[in-house]
């Protein structure tokens, strides 16, 4: 490297660029960490996300907002409340309903993870959680629909209360199912979307008949 020495920069030559960091430019984001934040914040933030996406279930259109930001905790919540409400049928056994929670909890989850599959193997553009996360919160109609179905069997099981909770079934069926199509719609081929909706039919067709044969014990 004795070469070198001899090396020089012109005067003609100008240097371009600045080596100073201009005080003030970044943005509030760039430091933002939520690892400073109170836990108090942090939890309410996810509770605010969560509800924003329940309310976009509830007036379905097609629309990415639950794949912008997908997260697990409202279909957690949801399926945990359904399999909740589910239990204690006379379908259980005399001693406890354990069964009939861990049944709708695998159904549930079991189901949504096979329909994310065959998404996916037709040739689908959105992630397995984005597709997990969306099945997932479509159940809120059927969850409500369970709620008003315990409140009428309340009153009584006989022809009335039975027409009016398969009113309400078969309302909230095609809710979930629609909201769940209009969400994934975009993500499927066009020749295609057929082979998709027909799972989620049947995903969301077994749930509704679980809740309308569902009888107190």
């Known amino acids: 490297f004795a070469g070198l020495a001899d090396v020089s920069i012109s005067e003609d030559i100008p240097v371009e660029g600045e080596i100073t960091v201009p005080v003030g430019s970044r943005s509030p984001d760039e430091d933002y960490s939520t690892l400073d934040e109170p836990v108090r914040d942090t939890i309410m933030r996810d509770l605010k996300a969560v509800g924003k996406k329940f309310v976009h279930v509830m007036y379905p259109k097609k629309s990415s907002a639950l794949l912008r930001d997908w997260d697990l905790w ?26 009939q929670f861990a049944e709708v ?92 909706v027909y799972p989620i039919f049947l995903f969301y067709f077994v749930i509704s008949w679980m809740i309308l044969t569902f009888t107190p014990q």
């Open 74 to 99: 409202g279909p957690l919540v949801l399926c945990v409340s359904l399999a909740l409400m589910l239990q204690g049928g006379s379908a259980d056994s005399k001693d406890d309903g354990g069964p």
């Open 105 to 196: 909890f695998v159904i549930i989850w079991f189901g949504a993870v096979v329909i994310t599959l065959n998404s996916k193997l037709l040739g689908g553009t959105i992630s397995f959680f984005q597709s997990l996360c969306v099945l997932g919160y479509c159940i809120l109609p059927l969850t409500v629909a369970m709620l008003v179905c315990r409140l009428v069997l309340l009153a009584g099981s006989g022809t009335i209360s039975f027409i009016v909770r398969l009113i309400v079934v078969v309302a909230m069926f095609g809710w979930s199912t629609l909201a769940s199509t209009a969400f994934l719609a975009d993500s499927q081929p066009p020749n295609r979307k057929a082979l998709v």
